[in-house]
């Protein structure tokens, strides 16, 4: 073991929801937990509400382009949760059954629904997760529902991580919550990390991990300039007994792949079987007049909607396709969301245009409607159909820009399942909103990023069968112990719904068996620690499957 | 003048002058050039600005390759993507970024970036963008901030049951 490089009981890379709950609960039992982050720290304060290249809308992202599918993540303490939309549903039942391309039941057989629900209501109590009212809902979540009603649908006010009494409607949740409504991990788990020890370093990336000659492992960073994120200002070394990686879906297989020289030959699945959770967008431009005479809308000033700058990400969603008795690939959900111009506006097409559709005359006359368009995202069943070819040379990323844009070597070409399924849920999102000429809607064209997803998930994933996933199913790395995976490269799958609450809901039931390995090290560290608030009936339910997850 | 014509056929916009050949001239209104493309194109932020001139110099010789399959005579006294007529630029650009083209990630970043100096003026602050007069964010219609460059709506839904919730729904609000 080398004497010189500094050392850690638990090293975490990544703070987003894999990260953040593992160093909570760890530095709560009291193991010396520190957590590095390619990101900057970001505070209240710091959230702008500007486009500016390197206002807090660009510094908190990484856009990685790849082939045929494009990632968009968090980059900065808390990870995704500080520009995600806090839209916490718990997946279906029927998710857990899935097949998807490998033929048989995907998920490890110790995760169902039932046996998940518990850690859910956990993450439900420490993200003070609740459903909205109809009042709550936003304009566009309005009209939405109003269109799901008027063809014979049933349309559902979601289930929010969002302080509604401090929201302001704002619609910069993608830049930072600015009025701490949003229940991003920097207002509960990360605090309360810190609070019990943890040391948060920001704007350190991990480039691989290599292992010490008694059985620990050392982590290698490189430390990022705080502006242009393509500069270094360093690197360094941190010895650790337990690696527990949440770098995200789009990273973690990256830095186990960098590291298959140092640690060992990886695990088939680490790097296969991604899926950005069947994510597809629809741009609805809405017709202001029928809006109005269709569902008698009036926000009091003689306009019908024309509000898509105002509200909060997704507020309503369609589930009626979320039929366990429907087969596999045909059940989706349909879901109103916001997407700010910058990122996105480009890839929505003009509805009949007959010449380019992306850019050009057509394309600016739609860019004059922007207040109508309602955006609609699905989230199909896909076919797990992404592949990391080798990584690049450091992070996970060619960067590009100084923030927010790179090029990765992720590749994902579709397969039928994957776009019946995409053209089916299209379909209907036309059905409902092209009805009695209330919109014209057309898809986010694929041919420019390839696919669009800001829900990366299954790169590294859970499962029983070692050939087709990478991790036990206590997300244990197979054959390198001490290494677990909490993030969203450990779901096996998509979803059909939002997937931070599973994604949370996994990295709470990982945690006993980190604390068994931890301890097997001699770590002085136990398990049980309340929600990030304090409050204790979460951890009630969850105490009793203890035996279900630690190794005899 | 050539990254100009490329920017103004991704947000076309009305010609400066009478004589401005960039700008072909097909929209009403300022398009990308007068947001700022070029601005935000050469700022390093980007991290295109290295290769604009090699953009522009490609494009360029796209243009004549185009215009000789199509039988046009392109006036030499404009750069050649220049001298195309407005739906010649966008057939050049269509084929440009197509899946498959070997230049396609250049020319679709090119125009990720043309199309935000119009629809988010990624060169500037928002705040101050929109009380100029932006061009982009006044014809997407943007609303103003308060006093201290925040957004806020205090109006911001009909506060009405619009649907029957589905049936199989939890108390917390997720599919059961
Ligand atoms: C715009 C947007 C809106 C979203 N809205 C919702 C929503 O409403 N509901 C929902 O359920 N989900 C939503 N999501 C998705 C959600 O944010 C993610 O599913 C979730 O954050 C994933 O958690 P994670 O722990 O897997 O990874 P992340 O939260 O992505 O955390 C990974 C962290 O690791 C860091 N990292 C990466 N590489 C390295 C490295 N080499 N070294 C150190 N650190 C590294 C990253 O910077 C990041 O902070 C949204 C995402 C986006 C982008």
Known sequence: ?552 | MTLEAYADTIVPGQKRSPEDRAIAGVSTGGGAVQAGALELLEWDATGIHDGLDDLARLVNEHAEVYAGEQGLTLDPSVPPFVALEYPDRVALILRLTKPGHPEKDFWVMLSLFCNMSFDSAAHLHTAQALADGHPGLAAMGLSHPDADGLWRFKDFGYGREFARLHPDTTSSGSPA
Request: aromatic fraction near 8%.
């Open chain 1, 1 to 552: 073991m080398s004497s010189t490089a500094e050392r850690t009981d638990v090293l975490v890379i990544g703070s987003g929801f894999g990260g953040a709950i593992a160093a909570y609960h760890l530095a709560a039992g009291g193991a010396k937990v520190t957590v590095l982050e390619r990101g900057p720290w970001l505070e209240s304060n710091d959230f702008e509400h500007d486009y500016k290249l390197g206002s807090s809308y660009t510094r908190a992202f990484d856009f990685v382009v790849g082939n045929g599918m494009s990632i968009l993540g968090g980059n900065c303490v808390g990870g995704g949760s500080v520009v995600y939309f806090a839209a916490m549903p718990r997946a279906p039942r029927f998710v857990f059954d899935r097949q998807g391309s490998i033929g048989r039941r995907m998920w490890p057989g110790a995760v169902s629904r039932d046996t998940l629900d518990p850690w859910y209501d956990r993450v439900e109590e420490s993200l003070s997760i609740a459903k909205q009212d109809w009042k709550d809902v936003s304009y566009a979540g309005g009209l939405w529902a109003a269109a799901c009603n008027h063809s014979g649908r049933t349309a559902n006010p979601l289930a929010v991580a969002i302080d509604n009494t401090k929201c302001v409607n704002c619609n910069w949740m993608m830049a930072g919550c600015r009025f701490e409504a949003k229940q991003s991990l920097l207002v509960n788990y990360l605090p309360a990390a810190i609070a019990h020890g943890a040391e948060i370093r920001p704007l350190h990336e991990v480039q691989h991990i290599s292992r010490t000659s008694d059985g620990d492992y050392q982590v290698h960073y490189n430390v990022i300039h705080d502006e242009d994120y393509r500069l270094q200002a360093g690197s360094g070394v941190i010895e650790a007994k337990i690696v527990v990686m949440a770098a995200g879906a789009g990273a973690t297989p990256v830095i186990l792949q960098r590291s298959e020289p140092h640690l060992g030959t990886m695990p088939r699945a680490v790097g296969r079987y991604f899926s950005g959770n069947g994510e597809r967008l629809n741009t609805a431009i809405i017709d202001e007049e029928k809006a109005a005479e269709l569902f008698g809308l009036d926000r009091g000033d003689g306009l019908a909607y024309a509000a898509n700058q105002i509200g909060k990400g997704p507020t309503v969603a369609s589930w009626d396709k979320l039929d366990g008795s429907l087969p596999e690939y045909s059940r989706y959900s349909l879901e109103q969301l916001y997407f700010p111009p910058g990122l996105g506006t480009i890839l929505a097409q003009v509805p009949d245009a007959t010449g380019a559709s992306w850019f050009g005359k057509e394309k600016k006359e739609i860019l004059k409607k922007w207040t109508s368009w309602l955006t609609i995202f699905s989230m199909i069943e896909d076919d797990n159909e992404g592949v990391f070819g080798p990584p690049p040379a450091t992070g996970n990323a060619h960067r590009i820009s100084q923030q927010m844009l790179g090029r990765g070597n992720l590749t994902y070409e579709p397969t039928k399942n994957t776009l019946g399924a995409w053209d089916a849920s299209d379909a209907e999102v036309k059905e409902i909103l092209e009805k009695d000429g209330l919109a014209k809607v057309m898809p986010w064209t694929n041919d420019l990023v390839g696919a669009y997803t800001v829900h990366p998930l299954s790169s590294c994933r859970m499962g029983d069968d070692p050939h087709t996933s990478a991790l036990d199913d206590r997300n244990e790395l197979r054959d390198h112990p001490g290494i677990f995976v909490t993030d969203g490269s450990a779901v096996p799958g998509a979803l059909t719904v939002n997937p931070a609450m599973t994604i949370a809901a996994l990295a709470e039931r990982a945690i006993p068996g980190i604390v068994q390995a931890a301890q097997a090290k001699g770590i002085a560290v136990t398990y049980g620690a309340p929600a990030p608030d304090g409050s204790r009936s979460g951890r009630k339910k969850v105490l009793p499957l203890l035996p279900t997850l630690t190794r005899a």
